[in-house]
């Protein structure tokens, strides 16, 4: 059984007043949902103090991005163990807008994984197609090369125990979300490769997020789709209220 996960990425939003304001408010909001993990990935300047706001809570801390040099002469770049001291269990690595205004290759999404993973941190792999991929009936096969090469050199049990998140391009910011059947279809097609690539437990332990225009409105019906474990969150993560109303939905009152 996976827990779902319900992840914010706020993007640049958000200074360190507004996200110790944000996560104060949503302690409250999200205590009585019982098991759905919870995560928000603030900029990097406020992670440290997104990290303080949620402690001894459920509420998880991701970065948004990170480098994957250890230290050096590489201006404006973070470590992934800078991220984990600042207080983040999980990295965002490979979101589409990385690959597309910073052209982050499938080989940059790797060294980036491969270096979440050895800081400790838990990666959230970015993969999906753009409108004209999938036009020209090319999703499935740009799926499986972001998984094959984005994945390359990790072992089943780190696949586990890491979480991808499937974003189709045309679906980001667009007010266009997939319908539940076409996020179904993507995601059990992750799955398959996962199962043929990494192995069974890797695929079943392993947890697909859904990104694109997720709301509270839709949140229940893509989530009922049995391989889709969670939604990777941007516009609608924003608002506290619409965010919790996300986690709400997604879990069960706590007892
Ligand atoms: P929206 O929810 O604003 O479409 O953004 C999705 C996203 O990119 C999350 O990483």
Known sequence: MRTPLIAG?????????ETVAFVTDLRDLVKATASVDVVVAPPFTAVHAAANAARQTKIGVAAQDLYWEKEGAFTGEVSPAMVKEAGAAYAIVGHSERRRLFGESDAIVNRKALAAIG??????????????????????????????????????????ALVVAYE?????????????????EAHAHIRKRLRQWFGGDAADRCRILYGGSVKPDNIRELIAEEDVDGALVGG??????????LVTRSGRPAV
């Open 168 to 184: 189709p391009v045309w679906a980001i910011g667009t007010g266009r979300t997939a319908t539940s059947a076409q996020a179904g």
């Open 236 to 245: 609608a993560s924003l608002d506290v209220r619409s965010f919790a109303d």
């Open 9 to 17: 990425n706020w993007k640049m939003f958000k200074t360190v007043a």
């Open 119 to 160: 800081a400790g941190l838990t990666p959230i792999v970015c993969i999906g197609e753009t409108l004209e991929e999938r036009e020209r009936g090319e999703m499935l096969a740009v799926l499986d090369r972001q998984i094959k090469d984005g994945l390359d050199q990790l072992s089943a049990d780190q696949v586990g």
